[in-house]
């Protein structure tokens, strides 16, 4: 303490009031509490229904999949009308797959024998042509040989056709002629055979010979024309081309 400095008065404390007046100031404080508490509880309520009612990004769609508790609730073991209805379906299933099968390989194979067939058939033409082919091939050589002839057929030809420049002959003399000249039969007959002669011309032209030194009645020129080797249609068609 400092001199002369006065006492300093200590705070005294209120005078205690009347528990009435205390009553009036704790039940107004209750009710506060109680409202206060009240209304955090309201608050918690709205908001937890706020959150719960709000759809938030990770939520699954109303349309998704069933989940696997909903699956496991709702499936049931198969009946025994179901399990027989479903094995005679596989069996139906079956039998047209293996018909389907078989049907698939019988055609298959008659298409095969089908191929195989044509394939013969084209085989044996191809082979029936070429022996046709070589046949005519084969026939006009030999044509063309017998056409031309030997060495000696051809100078029969030539001695025939050389003949008949200057004098008229039946086939047959002219043959005859041939085979005095010493051509052999074959060779005389092939000479002939191998000129163009028009015999009943040749009769004619004999007649008119023989009518030119002498003379002949129609009957006697055709009996001279039938000895020189012309047949009897010759023979007249002879003696008429000379007025007989």
């Known amino acids: ?34 409202v206060v508490a009240i209304g ?5 309520e709205n908001g937890t229904a706020t959150a719960a009612s709000a759809p938030t990004s990770t939520a699954a769609p109303a349309s998704s999949a069933p989940t696997t508790a909903s699956i496991t609730t709702t499936s049931r073991a198969p009946s025994a009308e179901e399990v027989a209805a479903q094995a005679e379906a596989d069996r139906v299933a079956t039998a047209q797959s293996v018909a389907a099968e078989a049907s698939a390989a019988a055609q ?18 191809a082979a029936a042509d070429a022996e046709a082919a070589a046949q005519a091939s084969a026939a006009a050589e030999a044509e063309r040989v017998a056409n031309e002839g030997t060495v000696s057929q051809q100078n029969a030809r030539k001695k025939a056709s050389s003949y008949l420049e200057f004098t008229a002959f039946s086939r047959s003399g002219l043959v005859e ?26 009769a004619a032209l004999k007649g008119k010979s023989y009518l030119e030194f002498s003379s002949f009645s129609r009957s006697g020129l055709i009996e001279q024309l039938e ?13 008429t081309q000379n007025g007989l």
């Not at 955090?40 to 918690?44: C, E, K, R, V």
């Not at 041939?178 to 009943?200: I, N, P």
């Open 1 to 34: 303490m400092y001199p002369n400095q006065p006492p300093v008065a200590l705070p005294t404390a209120p005078p205690a009031r009347p528990w009435y007046r205390k009553k009036r100031v704790l039940i107004p404080a209750g009710l506060l509490a109680l």
């Open 40 to 44: 955090s509880l309201g608050s918690t």
């Open 108 to 125: 298959a194979a008659a298409d095969a024998e089908a191929a195989a067939q044509a394939s013969a058939a084209a085989e044996a033409k």
């Open 177 to 202: 002629q041939l085979s005095f000249e010493g051509f052999d039969a074959e060779d005389a007959e092939w000479g002939v055979a191998h000129l163009d002669v028009d015999y009943d011309e040749q």
């Open 227 to 239: 000895f020189e080797g012309f047949t009897s249609e010759q023979a007249a068609y002879g003696a």
